[in-house]
């Protein structure tokens, strides 16, 4: 039985929804890293940063490649840095509106004063 795309879409994001899996997506639309440039740049355990690859990996959002003993990790296609950026577009609106009512708010308080 096919999966309704909703619920794909859902899937997908739940995927998505770890800030570890986040920071590696980030990382990676500047290029292909090796799993030791990974982790230092996100600063975690090697074995939380494995497991999360491996979720993206089994995802097809990224591929892995070895070099010798070196695993290198890069997005499986420009759709995905897309999503980033899109997300980042999204977030900056809503912050954005945020600092607006957040504005309204402490000038309201001050009037009040």
Known sequence: MQVPLYQAKAE???ML???VRIRVLE?????PMPVRDLLTAIEVEPSSLSQQLEVLR???IVTAT???STVVY???GVDVGELMQAARRI???MLAGQAGLLE???EAEMSAR
Do not use: I, M, V, Y
């Open 17 to 19: 929804g770890h800030p």
């Open 66 to 68: 070895r070099d010798g």
């Open 27 to 31: 990382l990676l639309q500047a290029g």
């Open 58 to 60: 089994r995802s097809g």
């Open 12 to 14: 997908l994001f739940r």
């Open 91 to 93: 977030l900056t609106e």
């Open 104 to 106: 309204e708010l402490r």
């Open 74 to 76: 890069a997005l499986a």
